[in-house]
């Protein structure tokens, strides 16, 4: 995969692209989505001038998912194969190849490199997608919104983006305005809980190790953190420390993930009409059991084991487990005991302290802490065959310390164990047990006593952060945190239900999608009749949880209760139901193993049942049970109280109880089923949002994308499928200013400029003069919606008319300074034209005998030329002298004159002074009559001005009865369509009305008949009766004689008794006789037998000395 230079975060969230010059795109989830100009700077520029020079595509590649190539011909048909139409393309190490034309996906140019809306990209492909993502991660850019979707890729290391910092700039922002973080996701929801009053639910996915844990608790950190601005309250502390908790009893290491949920998990926080966090509730879904006794080499139980077996010496003692180690548990033996950078002991006293605020007494605490330590116990239970192959178990005290703890009689136990007391007939009989049975049922135990011990810790944790009981209305945000669509190589029951989960789960999704699209259409009148993609989920769903036609779940329900169910006749039901054998059936049976194949949404899975019925039924030894549900300790007693209530009545049942509110018997198929319906009504009622955890690489690192693992996801948890979805509908949209002056340069001179035109005319004008296909847009009420890539081309054929546009800008200014330069040049060859021209003159002259004598005579001159200077000058002062004295006389009569003339200046003074205060006069009038035109302005600005609001007012008018007449229409037409209903009803009512008379009369007719029968079998009864009594008679005299043989039967069954008492008698004194006769044979044979030593041992010792004497 290609990337682009990276370069680290900011360590603050800057504004999105503020400083660029761009357009807007609105898309479905009603974001602003910016796209940058293609100038937007230099390296964009380059990027893009590279990117247009060839046609770069992606092609498929084994290795790397995907790779970049670029298309070097086209053919219509392959020129080897002429089937299917072929692209030659060369790879970036100029290897060349043919390759499918539908394996060729488009690439988008480099200026949508790290778009933080996926839904923005105009070539919307798996490898787009991937591509985004991979540049995204590898500059510290972990979320991505892909529409509805936020996108979450596990960075594996602490990123500088969840401080205090962060969490105070996303406050009241909206998504958009900085870039993607699960932070806007979260402060949405909780704002549009604050301001429409509406439930809120935020449901995360992805697979183990993806990081949705940790998403969870940044969201719950993040709601704690803005709902109260105050001291953190005593409320919120407990629902921050009631992780520890969870993760103590329902997380263990795994090869994915060393701190992995083994459960799912709803947590509802609940804030009162303040806005502020006033409590909190959990639910849990599909605990791992298998867990508790099972679990790889590279793999933990759970962490509360271990932590537990940490703990100090003291409290160990109280438990039994003194001085004991992980090492000494059957149950955590084989396991990998400890995790790289996780101290247990530290963490044991975290969980304490956790409980502590929890507001667990000591007695609660010990109450948790006595299960899991007598889980640790019942694995070290061995068993062992008898004499007589049948289950034993020799070491007692194992036993003693498992029943000290829970408080139940250890002899019980061990018999209730070994032998179980079942019902035959009317009667409690023993059945012995096989060892595999005993350790079966073992292992039972330890996993209900694990889940009802968690079961009931969760219980807890919900009445503590309930605690807060408010009479105001709540609301709600909900959290939801559990395991995304899983495929292995074998898949079993457990698999079934969480792909069963996640199945319905995306049906929400598209759901909730498709309301908000069709939403969005009708709002701006839109003629599109969208596709409910949630009911392209919906035969799936059918076949696991419908009951007519039976379903998966219902079926394997059914065998679990039939007396003698088993996996195979399970399989054969539903062979028999869905194996319609047509090719679009999701369900089809295995060929060669025991099972059947499921085609979800993520693709097809292969499910093998073996061992389904034992999952669904998790069988229990009821004997044990019901000892438990008597214990001394009222902690235990409690966890299977279900067990005594029902002790006499439900002896006969077989299927697992487990407490959940009613008490209820279910199967775990079914309880799950329950479970997940109820969470679905929940969800409906809330404004949903859906974030989509993606685990990078299977490596646990840091900085590094395996595209295929990270594809895989992607189909898995939904993402490509909501871009599918995109893509079917419009989810592109502009309103018409934006369209207008992005677009309005691709069709110059089509609008008007002297006159206005409004929006919704001028885009159907452009949209005309660009020939765009009608299908592939719509004009609706304020905005223009495209579908997908069309905007893509618009952009396209933008940037080339921008790049057109440009090109003659930059001729134009080249030509200028050509020009200019050509000029200078011009001059400057005119000029040493001219300088050369001087210089041959110059030279020339140089050497000419006339010059040089004009040059020596020339200083001669200037002497000559002195005197005559002289005799001219002496002129001019003469002529000068003469001028002087005229001018002199001419002055003496200008000063006459101007005498008289200051005379006559102060007669017209005077005359000034009169005419002056004649004009003050004038002008004091004058300001008095301007005055008075300006209050006559002021008054017209007055009148224009109601005039302009009488206007307005009346545009207003004609709006609202614009606007009535419209909601008039439309309530014309609902009545009509409540009229109608109206009258089918009022027909319905009429006709149920006849209906009921007729009935009620056809009840009383058959009531009469009734009791005419009713008499008539009591007369009938009576009759029988009679004879039956009759007939007890003789019954009653028949079983008197039968007595009286039976007592002479007896007579000579003692007699005969007796007889072989005497018989046996002798046959044991035979007996000893032969048994002495025996010992007798055996002294005999001890005696040859040493003699045959001795015999021997001489043998030997002659040999020995022959040998001796032979080598001598
Ligand atoms: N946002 C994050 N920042 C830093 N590290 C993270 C982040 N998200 C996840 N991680 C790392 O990934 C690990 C696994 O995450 P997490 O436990 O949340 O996965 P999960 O999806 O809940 O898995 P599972 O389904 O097994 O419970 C965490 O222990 C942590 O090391
Ligand atoms: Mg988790």
């Given at each position: 995969m290609i990337t682009t230079a990276s370069s680290s975060p900011s360590p603050s969230p800057s504004p999105q692209r503020s400083d660029r010059i761009g357009g807007t795109f609105i898309h479905s989830h009603g974001t602003k989505v910016f796209v940058p100009d293609r100038l937007d700077n230099v390296q964009d520029a380059v990027n893009q001038?590279?990117?247009?020079?060839?046609?770069?595509?992606?092609?498929?590649?084994?290795?790397?998912?995907?790779?970049?190539?670029?298309?070097?011909?086209?053919?219509?048909?392959?020129?080897?194969?002429?089937?299917?139409?072929?692209?030659?393309?060369?790879?970036?190490?100029?290897?060349?190849?043919?390759?499918?034309?539908d394996k060729v996906y488009s690439m988008n140019p480099p200026k949508f490199d790290r778009v933080e809306d996926m839904a923005e990209l105009t070539h919307l492909n798996e490898p787009s997608v991937i591509h985004n993502l991979t540049l995204r991660y590898h500059t510290g850019e972990t979320y991505t919104y892909s529409g509805l979707f936020l996108v979450a890729v596990n960075p594996y290391r602490k990123l500088p983006i969840y401080s205090?910092?962060?969490?105070?700039?996303?406050?009241?922002?909206?998504?958009?305005?900085?870039?993607?973080?699960?932070?806007?996701?979260?402060?949405?929801?909780?704002?549009?809980?604050?301001?429409?009053?509406?439930?809120?639910?935020?449901?995360?996915?992805?697979?183990?190790?993806?990081?949705?844990?940790?998403?969870?608790?940044?969201?719950?950190?993040?709601?704690?953190?803005?709902?109260?601005?105050?001291?953190?309250?005593?409320?919120?502390?407990?629902?921050?420390?009631?992780?520890?908790?969870?993760?103590?009893?329902?997380n263990a290491q795994t090869i994915r993930n060393n701190n992995s949920s083994r459960f799912g998990k709803f947590i509802r926080i609940k804030f009162n009409n303040r806005a502020q966090i006033c409590g909190a509730n959990i639910e849990w879904y599909l605990l791992e059991k298998s867990r508790v006794h099972q679990q790889t080499p590279e793999e933990r139980n759970y962490h509360v084991f271990y932590q537990l077996l940490s703990a100090d010496d003291s409290f160990k003692e109280q438990l039994l487990l003194g001085g004991q180690t992980a090492k000494d548990y059957n149950f955590t033996k084989n396991s990998s005991i400890t995790i790289d950078g996780v101290d247990d002991a530290e963490d044991y006293q975290k969980l304490l302290k956790s409980l502590d605020i929890m507001g667990l007494s000591d007695k609660e605490k010990f109450d948790l802490f006595r299960i899991v330590a007598a889980v640790l116990h019942l694995g070290n239970i061995i068993?062992?065959?008898?004499?007589?192959?049948?289950a034993d178990i020799r070491d007692f005290t194992s036993i003693e310390r498992l029943c000290h703890l829970l408080g139940i009689p250890a002899q019980d136990f061990k018999k209730g164990l070994l032998a179980p007391r079942i019902k035959a007939g009317s009667e409690w009989v023993s059945q012995a047990k096989s060892l595999e049975q005993v350790q079966a049922s073992l292992v039972a135990l330890a996993k209900t006593l694990y889940e009802r011990n968690f079961a009931s810790l969760v219980e807890r944790v919900n009445q503590a952060l309930d605690g807060q009981k408010t009479v105001d209305k709540t609301q709600f945000i909900g959290v939801l945190d559990i395991a995304g669509f899983e495929i292995f190589e074998v898949n079993s029951f457990e698999q079934l239900c969480i792909n069963y989960t996640n199945e319905k789960l995306q049906q929400f999704f598209n759901h909730s999608m498709f309301v908000l699209e069709q939403e969005e259409y009708k709002k701006e009148r839109i003629d599109w009749s969208y596709i409910d993609f949630g009911l392209d989920l919906q035969p799936t769903i059918n076949l696991i949880e419908k009951a007519n036609p039976i379903g998966i779940l219902s079926c394997l329900e059914e065998e679990c209760v039939a007396p003698r169910g088993t996996d195979k006749r399970f399989l054969e039901k539903l062979n028999k139901v869905w194996n319609t054998g047509e090719g679009d059936a999701k369900y089809k049976p295995r060929r060669f193993d025991e099972g059947f194949i499921v085609t979800h949404y993520a693709g097809r899975v292969e499910y093998s049942t073996k061992g389904w019925i034992d999952k669904n039924k998790d069988p229990l030894n009821e004997d044990v049970t019901r000892l438990l549900a008597r214990s001394t300790q009222p902690y235990v007693a409690r966890l299977f109280e279900d067990y005594l209530t029902d002790n006499e009545?439900?002896?006969?049942?077989?299927?697992?109880?487990?407490?959940?509110?009613?008490?209820?018997?279910?199967?775990?198929?079914?309880?799950?089923?329950?479970?997940?319906?109820?969470?679905?009504?929940?969800?409906?009622?809330?404004?949903?949002?859906?974030?989509?955890?993606?685990?990078?690489?299977?490596?646990?690192?840091?900085?590094?994308?395996?595209?295929?693992?990270?594809?895989?996801?992607?189909?898995?948890?939904?993402?490509?499928?909501g871009i599918r979805i995109c893509r079917k509908g419009f989810p592109n949209r502009l309103s018409f200013d934006d369209f207008r002056k992005r677009y309005e340069i691709l069709c110059p001179n089509q609008l008007p400029t002297n006159c206005f035109i409004y929006g919704r005319s001028a885009c159907q004008t452009l949209l005309d003069a660009m020939q765009l296909d009608p299908e592939r847009y719509r004009i609706g009420t304020t905005k223009v919606f495209f579908k997908a890539t069309v905007l893509a081309e618009l952009e396209e054929i933008r940037d080339r008319h921008l790049a057109n546009y440009m090109t003659g800008f930059q001729a134009m200014c080249r030509r200028y300074i050509a020009r200019q330069k050509m000029t200078r040049k011009a001059r400057q060859t005119e000029a040493i034209r001219v300088m050369q021209r001087n210089a041959r003159i110059y030279v020339t002259l140089r050497e000419w005998p006339w010059w040089k004598v004009y040059a020596k005579l020339r200083s001669a001159g200037v002497a000559y030329r002195g005197e005559a200077q002289i005799k001219e000058r002496d002129q001019k002062i003469a002529q000068q002298e003469t001028q002087i004295t005229e001018?002199?006389?001419?002055?003496?009569?200008?000063?006459?004159?101007?005498?008289?003339?200051?005379?006559?200046?102060?007669?017209?003074?005077?005359?000034?002074?009169?005419?002056?205060?004649?004009?003050?006069?004038?002008?004091?009038?004058?300001?008095?009559?301007?005055?008075?035109?300006?209050?006559?302005?002021?008054?017209?600005?007055?009148?224009?001005?109601?005039?302009?609001?009488?206007a307005n007012m009346i545009a207003r008018l004609h709006r609202d009865i614009r606007e009535c007449s419209e909601e008039n229409e439309q309530l014309a037409t609902r009545y009509e369509a409540v009229h109608g209903t109206n009258e089918t009803l009022t027909a319905r009512v009429e006709y149920l009305e006849n209906e009921n008379g007729r009935l009620s009369k056809e009840r009383e007719n058959n009531v009469d008949s009734l009791r005419k029968e009713l008499e008539e079998l009591k007369k009938s009864n009576e009759a029988q009766i009679s004879a039956l009594k009759n007939e007890r008679d003789e019954y009653k005299q028949k079983l008197s004689d039968a007595e009286e043989n039976h007592r002479a039967e007896q007579n000579l069954f003692t007699q005969r008794q007796t007889e072989l008492e005497e018989k046996l008698k002798l046959l044991n004194d035979e007996l000893q006789q032969k048994s002495k006769e025996?010992?007798?044979?055996?002294?005999?044979?001890?005696?040859?037998?040493?003699?045959?030593?001795?015999?021997?041992?001489?043998?030997?010792?002659?040999?020995?000395?022959?040998?001796?004497?032979?080598?001598?």
């Open positions: 001038a590279r990117f247009s020079e060839k046609r770069w595509v992606w092609i498929e590649d084994e290795q790397h998912g995907y790779v970049r190539a670029q298309v070097i011909r086209e053919f219509e048909k392959s020129p080897r194969s002429a089937r299917h139409p072929k692209i030659e393309v060369e790879h970036e190490s100029g290897q060349t190849c043919f390759v499918p034309a205090q910092d962060y969490i105070q700039s996303y406050k009241g922002r909206r998504r958009g305005e900085l870039p993607p973080h699960i932070y806007a996701v979260a402060d949405q929801a909780y704002h549009d809980m604050v301001q429409d009053g509406d439930d809120q639910s935020i449901l995360i996915t992805g697979e183990s190790g993806a990081g949705k844990t940790e998403n969870t608790k940044i969201v719950i950190q993040y709601l704690a953190a803005v709902a109260n601005t105050a001291v953190r309250s005593e409320i919120e502390q407990q629902i921050l420390q009631a992780n520890p908790i969870l993760e103590a009893f329902g068993v062992t065959p008898d004499f007589r192959e049948r009545k439900s002896t006969d049942m077989t299927l697992t109880k487990l407490r959940k509110g009613t008490g209820s018997f279910r199967t775990v198929g079914q309880r799950h089923k329950q479970q997940l319906l109820a969470l679905m009504c929940t969800l409906e009622s809330t404004h949903p949002r859906f974030i989509r955890c993606i685990l990078p690489n299977d490596r646990k690192r840091a900085g590094q994308i395996q595209t295929k693992l990270v594809l895989g996801q992607l189909r898995c948890n939904g993402v490509l499928e001018q002199t006389s001419e002055i003496q009569e200008l000063t006459q004159k101007c005498q008289q003339l200051t005379s006559q200046q102060d007669d017209y003074a005077g005359l000034v002074q009169s005419q002056q205060a004649i004009v003050r006069e004038l002008e004091e009038s004058k300001q008095a009559l301007v005055e008075k035109v300006a209050g006559h302005e002021e008054e017209m600005e007055e009148a224009q001005k109601q005039a302009e609001a009488q025996r010992t007798d044979y055996e002294n005999k044979h001890d005696i040859l037998q040493s003699n045959w030593q001795d015999l021997a041992r001489l043998v030997q010792s002659e040999a020995a000395e022959a040998q001796a004497r032979s080598e001598r």
